[in-house]
């Protein structure tokens, strides 16, 4: 019987230790390829700039007893999955999964990640899409930090992936945006959640007078005050978040007092 093929990828480059952390739960689950952008593209959402050339580098890594097939490319996270889905794949993948990211991927700036982003374009070509990402600080985001242990996230990552190869997500539900605490072990308890509409990650200034022209960001000082059922919440309680997204992003109005009002 051949094995599911899971397709994973990220937004942290193809050497991060999050993705690698990721390819090794995914390991006993299926057959796995990897195709991630050479170099990082945090905060890429689900962009496809005529930047990229496409350019590619590619090699064979064992993991978790297996012969690993690896495309680094010059594109973005999202780019990479197209890459994947009309270059790459032997066959349709079973399973997407982008992570596990450097960071926490929550509230109004999910569209902003490159790692949802990914998994948004995986879930356009039709597959289910798993997003994972561990809670770091602000200063970590680019890095990883040093050392970090990936063994909750792991658990995590391969419990959901298990659970979409087992079976297929209900109608409107194309992603599972997992966010895990920093302090989170196996024994952590995870909680269905919704989008916090209050903004997470606020927006600093530029610091102009050193020659830095790019807002900074911080994280939302009061994450208490956020909805009790939202995945803010759910990070502030130390337990797992897990938020089923959808594609259709289309709101969710009266459309006959919506219409009524538009064409007064």
Known sequence: MQKPLILVTNDDGVDSAGLWAAVEAMAPLGEVLVVAPDRQWSAAGRSMPQSVTGAMSEYRREVGGQMVQVYGIDATPALCVVH????????????????????????????????????????????????VSLEMTVDEHLTGGEAKDYTATQHFTALFAQRLLDRALPYDVNVL???????????????????SRQRYFVPLGPDRANGNGRPGYTVRANPDQAEPDSDVAAMHARV?????????????????????????
């Open 240 to 264: 797992v978040s897990v938020t089923p997204l959808s594609l259709d992003m289309t709101s969710r109005a009266d459309f006959g007092a919506l219409e009524e009002q538009l064409r007064a």
């Open 84 to 131: 994947a889905m009309i270059e790459f794949v032997p066959r349709p993948p079973a399973l997407v999964v982008a992570g596990i990211n450097f960071g926490e991927n929550v509230s109004t700036e999910i569209t902003i990640s490159g790692t949802v982003g990914a998994a948004l374009e995986a879930a356009a070509f039709g597959v289910p899409a798993l997003a």
């Open 177 to 195: 945006n997992v966010n895990v605490p920093d302090n989170a072990t196996p024994q952590t308890p995870w909680r269905l959640t919704r989008l």
